[in-house]
Nanobody, 124 residues
């Protein structure tokens, strides 16, 4: 059974950077498409960035393009989200998610394995 555990969230000033990590266990990670999602208070969960099983294809929300980078290390069973030039609007709980096989849509309804989330707060 796939288990996902996020880490790396925290409080950062506008313009700062954070790197989120997601540790997977229990499966061969290369079998899973993966993504990062976020949910701000009072808002629906949204896709931030998704990555194919090999890492060769990535997809980003328009709001984070050029600022965020998703990456993975299948041998270490890790997923990462490097976030630069953070803005107050990026404040949310960030979730790591996975779905077995190929997935071409970076939407939360497409993913069926979820971590517990990590809080990211961007504020001065």
């Amino acid at each position: 059974q796939l288990q996902l555990v996020e880490s790396g969230g925290g409080l950062v000033q506008p313009g700062g950077s954070l790197r989120l990590s997601c540790a997977a266990s229990g499966v061969t990670l290369a079998d899973y498409s993966m993504g990062w999602f976020r949910q701000a208070p009072g808002k629906e969960r949204e896709g931030v960035a998704c990555i194919s099983r090999s890492g060769g294809v990535t997809d980003y929300a328009d709001s984070v393009k050029g600022r965020f980078t998703i990456s993975r290390d299948n041998s270490e069973k890790m997923l990462y989200l490097t976030m630069n030039s953070l803005r107050p609007g990026d404040t949310a709980v960030y979730y790591c998610a996975a779905v077995v096989g190929v997935n071409w849509y970076c939407g939360p309804n497409e993913y069926d394995h979820w971590g517990q989330g990590t809080q990211v707060t961007v504020s001065s």
